[in-house]
């Protein structure tokens, strides 16, 4: 069994979102791709966070309209941070014959060897990263050099798209409409619970 494990804050969930899932599960040939959102980011503050469940709903409204894709609660019903490493023990003891692959962002994959137990990591998980402006390929290999396993590391190809969750989040905040950015039931939701109204957005894209 081949499985994808792509994890985020989906703060909200988007198209770019979606559109690296499929990406994902037809180059690595998944069987399975993991949505996990964080529980408790460890390296980070969540911006103008509505919380872990609210965060999980929505992407539950992203991701499960395709049977290819399923919503983990791995991070979030596990106590304290959020470590990659202990997600990856987590899920090799549950399916101890599953071939795992984690997706990320070129800027999670460039700043891999900061995180906790990276070479674990690695050994754990076949590591397939997609590149964003200022972590290219050269920067992510640059960055990932001196880590056993690192010549392993994979590259997805992907569309360009111009979408973060920080946008989203400022465009409710201005009253300007987020159709087409996420999908219509995630929009829907947005609206109804009023998340993201006056909130001051700063920060990296998402």
């Known amino acids: 069994m081949r499985v994808g494990i792509y994890g985020g ?3 909200p969930p988007h198209v770019g979102h979606l559109i690296c899932a499929q990406e994902a599960v037809e180059q690595l040939e998944l069987d399975r791709l993991l949505i ?8 980070r503050e969540i911006e103008s966070d509505p919380g872990a ?11 499960v309209p395709d049977e290819r894709l399923e919503v983990s609660r791995v991070e979030i ?4 941070p959020s470590y990659t490493v202990d997600t990856l023990r987590r899920l090799s003891v549950r399916e101890p014959d599953s071939d795992f692959f984690l997706v990320m962002g070129g800027d999670q994959a460039a700043a891999l060897a900061s995180w906790r137990e990276p070479e674990e990591v690695l050994r754990l998980a076949n590591v397939a990263c997609v590149e964003r402006e200022g972590a290219r390929r050269e920067e992510i290999r640059s960055g990932v050099a001196e880590l056993a396993g690192a010549e392993f590391v994979r590259f997805l190809d992907m569309p360009r798209i111009d979408v973060s969750s920080t946008l989203i989040r400022r ?3 201005e009253g300007r409409p987020i159709r087409h950015l996420v999908p ?8 109804e619970r009023g998340l ?3 909130a001051a957005v700063a920060g990296a894209p998402e």
């Open 184 to 191: 219509d039931a995630v929009a829907g939701f947005v609206e």
């Open 53 to 63: 469940g609210v965060r999980l709903r929505m992407c539950e409204l992203a991701f």
């Open 77 to 80: 019903d596990r106590e304290g």
């Open 171 to 173: 465009r409710v905040a």
């Open 9 to 11: 804050v989906f703060n």
């Open 36 to 43: 996990v959102p964080v529980g408790d980011a460890p390296h």
């Open 196 to 198: 993201y109204r006056g």
